[in-house]
């Protein structure tokens, strides 16, 4: 059983950071892939960063190069900074583990989630 909490969240100015913050409780932290996704309202989520349990990550080309992803093991904290943020960022965030198999840094397969953190960024 995984348990995320996000925190972070809020509100920017285009060209602003933000950075948002997800805990993780429960076992076996070091072997599942875990990540950031987002969802644009009336659209499906989406991957925004995600890592596997080597330490390998996978960004979305839209957030490449202003998005940063981090973890801290020990804290078992996942974090990330989102910079030079624009309009087109505005969505709910969550963060999310999947917690079966993880192949690799994949955006599918995810099966647990936390309860989301909106994020809007205005122009």
């Known amino acids: 059983y995984v348990q995320l909490v996000e925190s972070g969240g809020g509100s920017a100015q285009a060209g602003g950071s933000m950075m948002l913050s997800c805990r993780v409780f429960?076992?076996?932290?070091?072997?599942?892939?875990m990540g950031w996704f987002r969802q644009f309202p009336g659209q499906a989520r989406e991957g925004v960063v995600v890592?596997?349990?080597?330490?390998?990550?996978k960004y979305a080309d839209s957030v490449k190069g202003r998005f940063t992803f981090s973890h801290d093991n020990a804290k078992k904290t996942l974090t990330l900074q989102m910079d030079n943020l624009t309009p087109e960022d505005t969505a709910m965030y969550y963060c999310?583990?999947?917690?079966?198999?993880?192949?690799?840094?994949?955006?599918?397969?995810?099966?647990?989630w936390g309860q989301g953190t909106q994020v809007t960024v205005f122009a």
């Open positions: 999310a583990a999947r917690t079966w198999v993880c192949p690799g840094p994949v955006f599918d397969g995810y099966d647990s």
């Open positions: 429960g076992d076996s932290y070091d072997r599942m892939c």
């Open positions: 890592v596997d349990s080597g330490g390998n990550t």
